[in-house]
């Protein structure tokens, strides 16, 4: 199985794929949203993958930490949550909040992942509710609990409002969400965080 992928962006496809050339041999890779409009044709990329096999179907899924990875192997093993709702997920909820999430059985929390309504959420919930300890020992401590006190250069910015942008979101929900970054981060990082800011 693939676990990690290391070499340049040569194309990306749909919505949320992207082809990863290393060594001569492009893979096909689902990522999330905000990795998705992030990452650049031609340029390097390293990911953290799982590889998904099915009956008709081989997809890996590529991720920018290793807590994201684990985290998302960690949810595809429990029943309701398939690899796109696991991806979902990941995507838009921090670690420390889902786990806040299953042990207080706040819904609202799970509902603001794109496709998940309340019915739903309740269900999932009562599935992870006996699996906080192998979600806490599949990311590690080390990424629970940390206060994300974050910001970001001009450059970083600009890109970050285009790709927001292109996503729908308007000038002034952008910059609210952008100003509440206090720290060094790189464009993955402050696109990851303005989302889920903006989806709250």
Sequence with gaps: MIALLRGKVRGKAGDRSIVVDVGGVGYLVSVSAELFVSVSVDKDVELYCVTVVREDAITIFGFG???DRNLFEALINV?????SMASMIVSTLRVDD???AIETKQTAMLTRVPGVGEK???RILVELSSKVGLIRTAVGDDSIGNVRRLSISAGV???????LSALGFDSKEIRGALSRIDGD????QALRFALKELTK
């Design 65 to 67: 930490s290793m807590a």
């Design 79 to 83: 029943r309701l949550i398939g690899p």
């Design 98 to 100: 889902l786990i806040e």
């Design 120 to 122: 739903t959420a309740s």
């Design 157 to 163: 910015r600009n890109e970050v409002e285009g790709a």
């Design 185 to 188: 981060l790189d464009s993955e």
